[in-house]
């Protein structure tokens, strides 16, 4: 298989996508494009003629009730139908009403009223709690230019459940027509809301764990049609679900390739992604996900708790971002020509699935989409303070607003050199630190001029948690009262690690040279070895974390040179022409390595709990979680937080889910297909024991240890108090 | 020389064999595995010496000649006047204590290639057989030769080892491992070939390896908005057509052998069917078509209803005759089935009318699903085959032929028949019937009712086990047909019957039949259909003399302007006339296809050139356990 164009492109230029960019003089240029869509003045008439730019025209079109009636009497489902029949000896009719109410269940539907009053009371609720919804009008008239031609999939980054509101809130806003949205089934199940949702066009899906076949084909049929038959576009989440920790997750592709069926099998011309990426000043559900994160299981989607949810309209989440990327064509992306489709094209759509290779394709395309998502987020200045604060932090320093304003500033320049898009306003810096602080309370604020973490309410430290909703071991409050602010922290971080995670693997890699050249580890020094040397390092590290930073897409090479680059300009790295180089410890460096350090105590401590567990000893995930819970907590209760290489972030079960992940694919550890049981493997080549050494010295790499000491003090001194 | 790229994977059922390519993939659950009415043993089903079923046969009793099967209509009938018939037509009386051949206790020595065999076991899933039944079973197809020969054991060669693919990929390892250990390979479905296209080349020394089709036989998916079903082509016409009608549906295609028949075999010697005036001959019927061959698949890609891509290669796979590869996947168009079905039958005063009446049927094109007529011979013989009658249908009969000799003024010695077979809906059947008979009228023809026709065509599939009797009571019969243009088809009727007679006296051959019939027409012709046999209790060598007079038979069409065959092809026993049928340039073209597609001549059958006129192998050394220069012949 051909390397798709995009890949050829991002070899020579960094990102193809720049090109569209050029016509922006600088960052500042772009930003100016997003436009605040409620702000007075600029709001949208929810009474106006809704005429909007369809997805994908048609002569004829299908309306809701039509497109179900086409899925039912489908050559498919007929077949299908027969199928089942043969193979339970269930009666046909009863299959066809089985399919019925499947169908039913899942079926979008369409009425403009409700689409108004909803698109009223999001005005009035979106004016009261946010600061404005900002959208980048440039990017949405490039999308709405190219329409019409072929269906359209939206891929919203997925934070928060806001994005889907806030996505038809906006397609409505630009006349375009309102995309089918899939929706999970536990708003199905939400008194009033599955209706409403249903009625502004959500389609519903089970979990993807029922294994109920006659659904699953009915639901493939139904996205089928939905795409093939249908005018008004697909949107859902191609992270499958909402990520907690707020970077991207590794890309699900099964609605992928049930939405990209038709295209393989000739039945559209092509089909146009619209990544969208949305970035929050503060998430919605900010507290919620920090406690999940901890082990404390996720609230069941109820009416009640939406209405309980209502409360937030007290609160402030300051400005919400949303940028549509450049449409991809799935059609140049795999650089198919006929000579690819024809053979396809000879055999009926509803007799195919995919193969092997073109699982592939879309796995290769479901990572470009993350990529184009991750690179238009737009960076806030909560996120560049966060990251600011916690380098200052992890040294043991603390900050007064004029050394963060010129820290933030510095960090816009870093990240806008990587070709990040961030809101700051250097003109009003101060105004937009009081501001991001203000609305972030529950996790800063500022005390004698100082920026601090902000207590926990007594209230919620002593709200008991029923331990046997707990996902994995139940932590004591003072461990609570230290990771919960710092777990806060982290998330706003984390968005910033799209652009930092490579760098920091870099600036790693340099440390280590450095090391091993002045041990006299690394034999002959030359410019070219001493580059090559890095690259090896950072690839190393890029297969360790490949799970953890999704920022795959062909392009490292080109990559390695942008960062480079920035560690040279920063004055972090030198690499002198004998091939010596030299790690200066500075402001820009604190910051990288800062970013990463939570991620390689994680994976330190993890490997530390498992190298304490037995070779034959068999375990469940949950064990797992529980005793690096355990040892994590434990370490962080040793007297002032002087245990080293642990970060409260060790204790988050996403992360930790998907470091265990990562070593289950990379042999460490063994698991038991069937039971899920775990063992770590006894190969004397995977051995853990290597890996425990490697993380210890890049730790050890770090110019921080500690990294809870002043929220240790802070906890113990507020609780003392209480 | 690995197969090139390829649109569709068919995988086994149990998906054990590797794909070939994985450019497509069809979801396996929407294929339908069909249940043969045939075993993979054909024999525990099917005779090995003769035609169709084990349990159905012509047999004498008590004198009279009677019919034992109940799949047929004729099935525990006695037939009196079939015997009185055969007395007079051959002064034969049936002797029911003729033994029938015996099965043969030893079969010819297996040439076995020790490395191909050593690969189809290690690197696939291929079924196969090396019993000496199995390989039997496989070495003929029906001529009167091929079943001769096994009644008389002489066979030298016949095929080494039997294999059942399962699916294409199979067949694509299969043909693979051939071509590389040189094997020789002979795609086998039904068996049902009268040309000797399947018949074992008695001389070849390679390793001959039966490529039996029948486990093959998945209806792989239907597609109504297109009307086309595409299937594996070892299913048999009778398992095809009773799969569809289940759908409501019918391919239409139906060939006198279509119980036995298999799609495959259709494909590759142009086969045509009886109601080809509604549904189209094999290759109406054709969408697309997968060929494996030694050089890789060669299919169209599309499925668009008509191309124009230059020379069309469905065609080159279509009449192919398992000399360029095997068939694999078939895509067919289907039809719904017809709301109405309705015999008829007229009858000429003699067989000149009815060839007028054939001819202005066709140049108004309003033939119904199937026209034939009888020449007054072939009404004689049919209405002989009627069985005993009750008291009553006897006298209507007797009644009915009175009205037609006095009143009509028509002789019995000159009389023929046309049968009718009418499909569609109610009111085209009607409209349609109505305009036949108008037409018949111009000719002197009238109505002869509607049980007639529908006997005919019923009879049709009983008279096929007519010359296993025959053959076994001392009468060697076989039927050739051949097609022709209108205004050379009385010609050609009257001249070939002559030739025959001529040919049948020069060599004092006094007890013998010989008719005709028209059971075809077309804008531009006619198929037509000839029977012929003699009685052969004093001849020693009765089928060298059969082909005899047959060949100058064959003489004397081509002269009339009549074609090498309409549908039954060429095969080895027409491959003398192969050359001038479509000239030296066009035989030297088909030369090159098959070079360039075969190199190493793995499809050895010798089917439309002579075997030695098919440019010598290339230079490739034979596996050296092959090269034992000539198979011992068994004793038998």
Same mark, same amino acid.
């Given at each position: 298989m051909e390397r798709n164009p995009v890949t050829v492109a991002g070899g020579k230029s960094g990102d193809s996508s720049n090109q569209d960019e050029k016509q922006y003089s600088s960052a500042a240029d772009y930003m100016r494009n997003f436009k605040n869509i409620i702000a007075p003045g600029n709001e949208a008439s929810m009474t106006r003629e809704f005429n909007p730019q369809v997805a994908y025209e048609f002569e004829k079109y299908l309306n809701p009730l039509k497109l179900k009636q086409h899925v039912l009497k489908s050559e498919k489902l007929r077949s299908i139908i027969e199928h089942y029949a043969k193979e339970s000896g269930q009666p046909i009719k009863q299959l066809e009403r089985q399919a019925r109410a499947i169908i039913d269940e899942i079926g979008l539907e369409r009425n403009m009223a409700i689409i108004r009053w909803c698109g009223i009371a999001i005005t009035a609720i979106g004016k009261r709690i946010c600061d404005g919804f900002y959208v980048n009008s440039a990017s949405m008239a490039n999308v709405r230019k190219d329409m019409g031609k072929c269906p359209v999939l939206y891929l919203p980054s997925h934070r928060s459940y806001m994005d889907f509101i806030l996505m038809s809130y906006i397609c409505y806003y630009y006349d375009i027509e309102i995309p089918g949205i899939a929706a999970g089934m536990d708003f199905h199940s939400m008194f009033g809301m599955g209706t409403m949702l249903r009625k502004t066009g959500a389609f519903f899906m089970r979990r993807s764990f029922s294994n109920d076949e006659l659904y699953w084909d009915i639901f493939r049929e139904y996205m089928y049609a939905l795409v093939a038959n249908y005018h008004i576009g697909v949107e859902f989440f191609i992270e499958g679900t909402r990520s907690r920790n707020f970077k991207a997750l590794v890309p699900k592709i099964g609605l992928l390739s049930m939405a990209l069926l038709p295209y393989f099998t000739g039945e559209v011309p092509d089909v146009m992604i619209v990544p969208v990426s949305v970035a929050y000043e503060r998430v919605l559900e900010e507290q919620l996900f920090v406690y999940e994160l901890l082990g404390v299981p996720k609230p069941k989607e109820s009416t009640k708790g939406f209405f309980k949810a209502l409360k937030i309209i007290d609160e402030r989440f300051g400005k919400m971002f949303l940028d549509f990327g450049e449409p991809i064509s799935v059609k140049e992306f795999f650089g198919h020509d006929s000579g690819q489709r024809m053979q396809r094209a000879g055999v009926g759509g509803h007799l195919q699935k995919l193969n092997r290779q073109e699982v592939e394709l879309v796995k290769q395309l479901a990572n470009e989409i993350i990529y184009q998502q991750q690179r238009r987020i737009v960076i806030t200045t909560f996120n560049l303070l966060s990251l600011y604060y916690a380098s200052q932090l992890y040294a043991q320093k603390s900050v007064n607003i004029d050394e963060l304003s010129r820290g933030v500033l510095h960090l816009k320049r870093i990240f806008e050199q990587l070709g990040a898009h961030v809101s700051t306003t250097p003109s009003s810096i101060k105004a937009d630190i009081i501001d991001a602080v203000e609305i972030h309370s529950n996790i800063l604020h500022f005390a004698t001029a100082r920026l601090q973490f902000t207590p926990m309410a007594a209230k919620q430290l002593a709200e008991r948690i029923d331990v046997k909703r707990m996902k994995a071991h139940a932590l004591c409050p003072q461990t609570m009262a230290v990771a919960v602010p710092m777990l806060a922290l982290q998330l706003y971080i984390n968005p910033c690690m799209f652009w930092l995670a490579r760098p920091a693997y870099l600036l790693l890699a340099a440390l280590k040279e450095q090391r091993n050249q002045r041990n006299q580890l690394t034999e002959d020094i030359s410019y070219d070895a001493s580059l090559s040397a890095l690259h090896s390092h950072v690839t190393t590290m890029d297969a360790l974390f490949q799970h953890e930073f999704i920022i795959e897409s062909n392009r490292e090479a080109a990559e390695f040179e942008t960062h480079l680059q920035l560690l040279l300009d920063e004055r972090v790295v030198e690499v002198e022409k004998s091939g010596r180089i030299r790690v200066q410890d500075n402001e820009c460096s604190h910051v990288i390595l800062a970013a990463l350090a939570p991620f390689l105590c994680l994976y330190y401590q993890l490997v530390v709990t498992l190298r304490k567990i037995p070779l034959d000893f068999e375990f469940s995930n949950k064990d797992l979680l529980v005793r690096v819970q355990q040892h994590v907590e434990q370490l962080l209760q040793q007297p002032g937080g @002087? /245990? @080293?290489?642990?970060?409260?972030?060790?204790? /988050?079960l996403d992360n930790l889910n998907i470091a265990i992940y990562a070593l289950i694919q990379r042999s460490y550890i063994l698991k038991c297909k069937d039971s899920g049981q775990m063992k770590i493997a006894g190969t004397p080549g995977k051995c853990l024991q290597e890996l425990e050494r490697q993380l210890l010295e890049y730790c050890q790499l770090m110019p921080f240890a500690q990294y809870s000491t002043a929220a240790n003090q802070q906890a113990q001194f507020h609780i003392a108090k209480l | 020389m690995a197969a090139k790229r390829n649109a569709v994977t068919t995988e086994a059922p149990e998906s054990s064999a590797p794909g070939e390519g994985t450019a497509l993939a069809l979801d396996s659950r929407l294929s339908k595995s069909v249940e043969s009415v045939f075993p993979k043993k054909r024999h525990e089903s099917l005779k090995w010496f003769g035609w169709g079923y084990n349990d159905s046969q012509f047999y004498g009793k008590d004198g009279i000649i009677c019919f034992r099967g109940e799949r047929y209509p004729l099935g525990g009938c006695e037939l009196p006047s079939f015997t009185k018939w055969v007395e007079k037509k051959f002064d034969l009386v049936v002797d029911p204590t003729k033994p029938f051949p015996q099965m043969p206790r030893t079969y010819p020595r297996p040439v076995e290639n020790e490395p191909f065999l050593h690969e189809l076991k290690g690197t696939t899933q291929v079924d196969h057989s090396l019993e000496g039944i199995d390989r039997l079973v496989r070495c003929h197809g029906q001529t009167l030769n091929d079943i001769y020969s096994l009644w008389h054991h002489k066979f030298r060669r016949i095929p080494d080892l039997v294999v059942w693919p399962r699916c294409h990929d199979e067949v694509v390892q299969l043909v693979r491992l051939a071509h590389r250990h040189d094997v020789m390979l002979v795609p086998f479905g039904g068996g049902t070939s009268v040309s000797g296209a399947i018949t074992c080349p008695q001389n070849e020394s390679r390793m001959i390896c039966a490529l039996d089709t029948s486990q093959m036989n998945r209806l792989l998916w239907l597609n109504r908005e297109n009307l086309t079903v595409c299937l594996e082509s070892g299913i048999v016409g009778q398992d095809l057509e009773r799969v569809l009608r289940k759908e409501g549906l019918t391919v239409g295609h139906e060939p006198d052998s279509y119980e036995f028949s298999t799609l495959g075999g259709w494909v590759a010697t142009r086969a045509s069917g009886m109601k080809k005036n509604v549904y189209g001959n094999i290759e109406d019927l054709v969408v697309r078509l997968r060929m494996v061959t030694p050089s890789g698949t060669l299919e169209r890609e599309c499925s668009a209803p008509r191309v124009s891509c230059g020379p069309d290669f469905n065609h080159l796979i279509l009449g192919s005759e398992g000399t360029l590869g095997v068939i694999t996947e078939v895509v067919l168009k289907v039809r719904p089935l017809p709301k109405v079905r309705r015999y008829g039958s007229l009858a000429f005063p003699n067989f000149e009318q009815g060839v007028l009446f054939m001819r202005e049927v066709a140049r108004r094109r309003c033939q119904p699903a199937s026209v034939r007529l009888m020449d007054n011979e072939q009404f004689m013989f049919g209405q002989a085959? +009627? $069985? =005993? +009658?009750s008291f009553w249908s006897s006298v209507v009969d007797g009644l009915k032929q009175r009205y037609v000799t006095s009143? +009509?003024?028509?002789d019995l010695n000159h009389i023929c028949a046309a049968t009718l077979l009418f499909e569609g809906d109610q009111k085209d059947v009607e409209r349609q019937e109505a305009l036949i008979y108008e037409i018949a009228d111009k000719f002197q023809g009238f109505p002869a009712g509607g049980q007639n026709g529908e006997r005919g065509y019923i009879l049709t599939f009983v008279i096929a086990y007519i010359r296993d009797f025959g053959l076994h009571q001392g009468i060697v019969a076989e039927s050739f047909e051949t097609s022709v243009p209108w205004d050379r088809c009385s010609l050609l009727c009257r001249s070939v019957k002559q030739r025959v007679v001529s040919e049948c006296h020069k060599r004092s051959i006094t007890y013998y039949t010989i008719s005709c019939r028209v059971t075809q027409t077309y804008d531009s012709g006619a198929c037509i259909y000839f029977y012929f046999g003699f009685r052969c209790t004093d001849v020693s060598n009765p089928v060298e003399l059969f082909e005899a007079i047959e060949h100058s038979a064959r003489d004397e069409i081509l002269s009339c302007g009549g074609s090498l065959s309409h549908h039954h092809g060429v095969g080895k026993i027409r491959s003398h006339w192969y050359r001038n049928a479509v000239t030296e340039t066009g035989s030297s073209l088909y030369s090159a296809a098959k070079r360039h597609l075969d190199p190493k001549n793995i499809f050895a059958l010798g089917n439309l050139l002579p075997l030695e006129e098919v440019? $010598? +192998?290339? =230079?490739v050394e034979p596996p050296s356990s092959s090269s034992s220069s000539s198979p011992p012949k068994a004793k038998l």
């Amino acid at each position: 298989m051909e390397r798709n164009p995009v890949t050829v492109a991002g070899g020579k230029s960094g990102d193809s996508s720049n090109q569209d960019e050029k016509q922006y003089s600088s960052a500042a240029d772009y930003m100016r494009n997003f436009k605040n869509i409620i702000a007075p003045g600029n709001e949208a008439s929810m009474t106006r003629e809704f005429n909007p730019q369809v997805a994908y025209e048609f002569e004829k079109y299908l309306n809701p009730l039509k497109l179900k009636q086409h899925v039912l009497k489908s050559e498919k489902l007929r077949s299908i139908i027969e199928h089942y029949a043969k193979e339970s000896g269930q009666p046909i009719k009863q299959l066809e009403r089985q399919a019925r109410a499947i169908i039913d269940e899942i079926g979008l539907e369409r009425n403009m009223a409700i689409i108004r009053w909803c698109g009223i009371a999001i005005t009035a609720i979106g004016k009261r709690i946010c600061d404005g919804f900002y959208v980048n009008s440039a990017s949405m008239a490039n999308v709405r230019k190219d329409m019409g031609k072929c269906p359209v999939l939206y891929l919203p980054s997925h934070r928060s459940y806001m994005d889907f509101i806030l996505m038809s809130y906006i397609c409505y806003y630009y006349d375009i027509e309102i995309p089918g949205i899939a929706a999970g089934m536990d708003f199905h199940s939400m008194f009033g809301m599955g209706t409403m949702l249903r009625k502004t066009g959500a389609f519903f899906m089970r979990r993807s764990f029922s294994n109920d076949e006659l659904y699953w084909d009915i639901f493939r049929e139904y996205m089928y049609a939905l795409v093939a038959n249908y005018h008004i576009g697909v949107e859902f989440f191609i992270e499958g679900t909402r990520s907690r920790n707020f970077k991207a997750l590794v890309p699900k592709i099964g609605l992928l390739s049930m939405a990209l069926l038709p295209y393989f099998t000739g039945e559209v011309p092509d089909v146009m992604i619209v990544p969208v990426s949305v970035a929050y000043e503060r998430v919605l559900e900010e507290q919620l996900f920090v406690y999940e994160l901890l082990g404390v299981p996720k609230p069941k989607e109820s009416t009640k708790g939406f209405f309980k949810a209502l409360k937030i309209i007290d609160e402030r989440f300051g400005k919400m971002f949303l940028d549509f990327g450049e449409p991809i064509s799935v059609k140049e992306f795999f650089g198919h020509d006929s000579g690819q489709r024809m053979q396809r094209a000879g055999v009926g759509g509803h007799l195919q699935k995919l193969n092997r290779q073109e699982v592939e394709l879309v796995k290769q395309l479901a990572n470009e989409i993350i990529y184009q998502q991750q690179r238009r987020i737009v960076i806030t200045t909560f996120n560049l303070l966060s990251l600011y604060y916690a380098s200052q932090l992890y040294a043991q320093k603390s900050v007064n607003i004029d050394e963060l304003s010129r820290g933030v500033l510095h960090l816009k320049r870093i990240f806008e050199q990587l070709g990040a898009h961030v809101s700051t306003t250097p003109s009003s810096i101060k105004a937009d630190i009081i501001d991001a602080v203000e609305i972030h309370s529950n996790i800063l604020h500022f005390a004698t001029a100082r920026l601090q973490f902000t207590p926990m309410a007594a209230k919620q430290l002593a709200e008991r948690i029923d331990v046997k909703r707990m996902k994995a071991h139940a932590l004591c409050p003072q461990t609570m009262a230290v990771a919960v602010p710092m777990l806060a922290l982290q998330l706003y971080i984390n968005p910033c690690m799209f652009w930092l995670a490579r760098p920091a693997y870099l600036l790693l890699a340099a440390l280590k040279e450095q090391r091993n050249q002045r041990n006299q580890l690394t034999e002959d020094i030359s410019y070219d070895a001493s580059l090559s040397a890095l690259h090896s390092h950072v690839t190393t590290m890029d297969a360790l974390f490949q799970h953890e930073f999704i920022i795959e897409s062909n392009r490292e090479a080109a990559e390695f040179e942008t960062h480079l680059q920035l560690l040279l300009d920063e004055r972090v790295v030198e690499v002198e022409k004998s091939g010596r180089i030299r790690v200066q410890d500075n402001e820009c460096s604190h910051v990288i390595l800062a970013a990463l350090a939570p991620f390689l105590c994680l994976y330190y401590q993890l490997v530390v709990t498992l190298r304490k567990i037995p070779l034959d000893f068999e375990f469940s995930n949950k064990d797992l979680l529980v005793r690096v819970q355990q040892h994590v907590e434990q370490l962080l209760q040793q007297p002032g937080g @002087s /245990a @080293s290489h642990v970060h409260p972030y060790c204790l /988050a079960l996403d992360n930790l889910n998907i470091a265990i992940y990562a070593l289950i694919q990379r042999s460490y550890i063994l698991k038991c297909k069937d039971s899920g049981q775990m063992k770590i493997a006894g190969t004397p080549g995977k051995c853990l024991q290597e890996l425990e050494r490697q993380l210890l010295e890049y730790c050890q790499l770090m110019p921080f240890a500690q990294y809870s000491t002043a929220a240790n003090q802070q906890a113990q001194f507020h609780i003392a108090k209480l | 020389m690995a197969a090139k790229r390829n649109a569709v994977t068919t995988e086994a059922p149990e998906s054990s064999a590797p794909g070939e390519g994985t450019a497509l993939a069809l979801d396996s659950r929407l294929s339908k595995s069909v249940e043969s009415v045939f075993p993979k043993k054909r024999h525990e089903s099917l005779k090995w010496f003769g035609w169709g079923y084990n349990d159905s046969q012509f047999y004498g009793k008590d004198g009279i000649i009677c019919f034992r099967g109940e799949r047929y209509p004729l099935g525990g009938c006695e037939l009196p006047s079939f015997t009185k018939w055969v007395e007079k037509k051959f002064d034969l009386v049936v002797d029911p204590t003729k033994p029938f051949p015996q099965m043969p206790r030893t079969y010819p020595r297996p040439v076995e290639n020790e490395p191909f065999l050593h690969e189809l076991k290690g690197t696939t899933q291929v079924d196969h057989s090396l019993e000496g039944i199995d390989r039997l079973v496989r070495c003929h197809g029906q001529t009167l030769n091929d079943i001769y020969s096994l009644w008389h054991h002489k066979f030298r060669r016949i095929p080494d080892l039997v294999v059942w693919p399962r699916c294409h990929d199979e067949v694509v390892q299969l043909v693979r491992l051939a071509h590389r250990h040189d094997v020789m390979l002979v795609p086998f479905g039904g068996g049902t070939s009268v040309s000797g296209a399947i018949t074992c080349p008695q001389n070849e020394s390679r390793m001959i390896c039966a490529l039996d089709t029948s486990q093959m036989n998945r209806l792989l998916w239907l597609n109504r908005e297109n009307l086309t079903v595409c299937l594996e082509s070892g299913i048999v016409g009778q398992d095809l057509e009773r799969v569809l009608r289940k759908e409501g549906l019918t391919v239409g295609h139906e060939p006198d052998s279509y119980e036995f028949s298999t799609l495959g075999g259709w494909v590759a010697t142009r086969a045509s069917g009886m109601k080809k005036n509604v549904y189209g001959n094999i290759e109406d019927l054709v969408v697309r078509l997968r060929m494996v061959t030694p050089s890789g698949t060669l299919e169209r890609e599309c499925s668009a209803p008509r191309v124009s891509c230059g020379p069309d290669f469905n065609h080159l796979i279509l009449g192919s005759e398992g000399t360029l590869g095997v068939i694999t996947e078939v895509v067919l168009k289907v039809r719904p089935l017809p709301k109405v079905r309705r015999y008829g039958s007229l009858a000429f005063p003699n067989f000149e009318q009815g060839v007028l009446f054939m001819r202005e049927v066709a140049r108004r094109r309003c033939q119904p699903a199937s026209v034939r007529l009888m020449d007054n011979e072939q009404f004689m013989f049919g209405q002989a085959l +009627k $069985p =005993e +009658k009750s008291f009553w249908s006897s006298v209507v009969d007797g009644l009915k032929q009175r009205y037609v000799t006095s009143w +009509k003024g028509i002789d019995l010695n000159h009389i023929c028949a046309a049968t009718l077979l009418f499909e569609g809906d109610q009111k085209d059947v009607e409209r349609q019937e109505a305009l036949i008979y108008e037409i018949a009228d111009k000719f002197q023809g009238f109505p002869a009712g509607g049980q007639n026709g529908e006997r005919g065509y019923i009879l049709t599939f009983v008279i096929a086990y007519i010359r296993d009797f025959g053959l076994h009571q001392g009468i060697v019969a076989e039927s050739f047909e051949t097609s022709v243009p209108w205004d050379r088809c009385s010609l050609l009727c009257r001249s070939v019957k002559q030739r025959v007679v001529s040919e049948c006296h020069k060599r004092s051959i006094t007890y013998y039949t010989i008719s005709c019939r028209v059971t075809q027409t077309y804008d531009s012709g006619a198929c037509i259909y000839f029977y012929f046999g003699f009685r052969c209790t004093d001849v020693s060598n009765p089928v060298e003399l059969f082909e005899a007079i047959e060949h100058s038979a064959r003489d004397e069409i081509l002269s009339c302007g009549g074609s090498l065959s309409h549908h039954h092809g060429v095969g080895k026993i027409r491959s003398h006339w192969y050359r001038n049928a479509v000239t030296e340039t066009g035989s030297s073209l088909y030369s090159a296809a098959k070079r360039h597609l075969d190199p190493k001549n793995i499809f050895a059958l010798g089917n439309l050139l002579p075997l030695e006129e098919v440019p $010598p +192998k290339a =230079e490739v050394e034979p596996p050296s356990s092959s090269s034992s220069s000539s198979p011992p012949k068994a004793k038998l």
